[in-house]
């Protein structure tokens, strides 16, 4: 089943056209990523489907509710962590966790459970007790992370998750998402080729908001006729001829 | 549910910063205790404790506007803000959000402010009690402001506007240090258009009980108070469309 049917979903702005007509679908579990250039109208996308943004053309479902008309249903169903850190410095880690559960209506004993669970796989139980504003970069995006999925979002939306973090922040991330995988919906953008050949059951390459293509990374290199994912990146949003 | 929860945050926030504290609750205390010393070594009424005490908890508003300005212009130009767009927080649970967090801490400031005139020698009366409480429809003025001031500006130019352009419009045209007869003129012409010198006479006139004052100083706070958050609601939902 499909989790996000997207149909032809514009966005233009007075003078420039961030997203032209894109249309996909991405199924239930599925970890799709988006990948392009500066500008090529991944967030822009990001921000229709999470009703950050409204769409100039088209429309989105989300398990069957529109961008458009049911936005209040959209947000139940999903959680964002943005490409910059969006955490509140002043709170602690513990209480950044409750803060999300609080606006999400769990109370009481719901909310502590989902708290200790989630510090529980996201590892943040010695750094629970610490001011969210002190945190290292890579504690601070775990902790991103970790107040987007308290919620048991059925979609969840990865702007640039790993951008500027070390290597081995990098790689302890990785290891989150891969175990999402199959669990929720996630739609991940990144600048990072080895982070989308490693993480995606799929990937679209998009260009001057227009969708180039959109298939498995190996199906991708076939089509490059390259071994190499970053390769056939090139290739594809150069228009060399595939 | 939701509002108190995102407004329990906002508290946290502001009254976890020592700054905060330094400035919203003991800058107002220096001036009462500093103006009052300077009163006992002067001959003539300069700074008399009962009408100094009702200008200083004005005046100690403009921290509220500070603190209202801040958080919303830190949290928009983080992405927290933008995160919490994606929740199911609506644009009234927001403006409750961050308004309800610093009406009990302007009346705590008020409070203190009242508790160390009485040491300083004011009269106890039930008046006191309703000075304080009449610095709720006042603190509502003055978060509105923050409110408009957080929505358009950033977390440096707040600083600027807020702390330095509305504590000097605050102080010099709400008549706190000086009578505004003594300028007189267009600059008290000026003074009166506006709110502050209003909220000063306001709270002088509850504490005195001249009660026969009291309603017109209110309606001006009041409509002001209306136009600001009208002014802010907008603001505030321009800025979330924007982002």
Excluded at chain 2, 12 to 19: C, F, G, N, T
Excluded at chain 2, 42 to 48: A, D, I, Y
Aim: glycine share 8%.
């Amino acid at each position: 089943m499909d989790a996000i049917v997207i149909e032809n979903l514009s966005k233009h702005y007075k003078d420039t056209i961030a997203v032209d007509g894109l249309s996909l679908s991405i199924k239930q579990g599925e970890l799709f990523s988006l990948l392009g250039v500066n500008g090529a109208g991944k967030t822009t996308t990001i921000k229709m489907l999470s009703c950050l943004a409204s769409p100039t053309g088209g429309d989105a479902r989300l398990l069957g509710n529109s961008i458009l008309t049911d936005s209040a249903a959209v947000k139940e169903l999903i959680a964002v962590s943005p490409q910059e850190t969006a955490i509140a410095p002043g709170l602690t880690v513990k209480e950044n966790l409750e803060l999300i559960c609080g606006i999400h209506g769990f109370r009481g004993a719901e909310k502590e459970a989902k708290v200790t669970r989630m510090t529980e796989l996201l590892d943040l139980a010695k750094i629970a007790k610490k001011h969210a504003g002190k945190l290292s970069g890579g504690w601070q995006r775990r902790l991103s992370i970790a107040m987007a999925l308290i919620s048991d979002p059925k979609i969840l939306f990865l702007d640039e998750p790993t951008l500027g973090l070390d290597v081995i922040a990098r790689s302890e991330l990785w290891d989150i998402i891969r175990s999402l995988k199959g669990k929720i919906t996630i739609i991940l953008t990144t600048h990072y080729m080895e982070e989308a050949e490693a993480l995606s059951d799929r990937i679209a390459i998009m260009k001057d908001g227009r969708l180039l293509i959109c298939d498995t990374s190996d199906s991708i290199k076939k089509a490059a006729n390259t071994d190499s994912f970053e390769n056939a990146f090139i290739k594809i949003v150069r228009g060399d001829k595939i | 549910m939701r509002i108190l929860t995102f407004a329990g945050r906002n508290t946290k926030e502001i009254l976890r910063d020592p700054l905060n504290l330094a400035f919203g609750l003991g800058f107002p205390l220096v001036l009462i205790l500093l103006l009052s010393a300077i009163q006992a070594n002067v001959p003539v009424s300069l700074f008399e404790i009962e009408r100094l005490t009702p200008g200083i908890t004005i005046f100690g508003l403009c921290f509220m506007t500070l603190f209202s300005a801040t958080i919303i212009a830190k949290d928009r130009g983080s992405s927290f803000l933008q995160r919490l767009y994606t929740t199911p927080l609506t644009a009234f649970d927001f403006i409750l959000g961050y308004t309800l967090p610093i009406i009990p801490i302007a009346l705590a400031q008020s409070v203190i402010c009242y508790a160390v005139a009485l040491i300083l020698g004011l009269e106890i009366t039930v008046n006191i009690i309703l000075a304080i409480l009449f610095i709720i429809p006042v603190s509502l003025l003055f978060i509105g402001i923050g409110l408009l001031c957080g929505s358009i500006f950033t977390d440096k130019q707040v600083g600027g506007i807020c702390g330095a352009l509305l504590t000097n419009l605050c102080a010099w045209l709400s008549g706190i240090w000086f009578d505004l007869e003594l300028v007189g003129g267009a600059f008290k012409r000026v003074a009166y258009a506006l709110p502050f010198v209003h909220a000063v006479e306001l709270e002088r006139s509850v504490l005195t009980g001249d009660f026969s004052d009291i309603g017109i100083h209110l309606m001006w706070v009041i409509l002001y108070a209306i136009i600001v958050l009208i002014g802010a609601i907008f603001a505030f939902l321009r800025q979330m469309k924007v982002q």
